[in-house]
Nanobody, 125 residues
Framework: QVQLVESGGGLVQAGGSLRLSCAAS??????????MAWFRQASGKEREFVGA????????MYADSVKGRFTISRDNAKNTVFLQMNSLKPEDTAVYYC????????????????WGQGTQVTVSS
């Protein structure tokens, strides 16, 4: 069974940085075969797209709200996807989830079939 486990969340002041990790496990499962993405969900709001990366890492996509501040990357040898978050704002506060899709790189939430449990990111002003 596929497992995605996020880590790296925490409390940070506005303007600070955090690096989230998403480690994949399960058999047979290698993230090399899948596009991956990060989504987030703030309290009382719907889950929203943050960024996505293609199987090889050659294509990345970002929500306008994080473009230029967040960077998604992957290390297929380690079955891990990362989200580097810089210049954090209070409005970035949310639970962050990683997800995989068997389709192409996309921002569409419904295309993602496997999800982690999430990691909390809190940005104080």
């Amino acid at each position: 069974q596929v497992q995605l486990v996020e880590s790296g969340g925490g409390l940070v002041q506005a303007g600070g940085s955090l690096r989230l990790s998403c480690a994949a496990s399960g058999r047979p499962f290698s993230i090399f075969s899948y596009a991956m993405a990060w989504f987030r969900q703030a309290s009382g709001k719907e889950r929203e797209f943050v960024g996505a990366i293609s199987r090889t890492g050659g294509i990345t996509m970002y929500a306008d709200s994080v473009k230029g501040r967040f960077t998604i990357s992957r290390d297929n040898a380690k079955n891990t996807v990362f989200l580097q978050m810089n210049s954090l704002k209070p409005e970035d506060t949310a639970v962050y989830y990683c997800a995989r899709t068997t389709g192409g790189t996309t921002a569409k939430l419904s295309e993602y079939s496997d999800w982690g449990q999430g990691t909390q990111v809190t940005v104080s002003s």
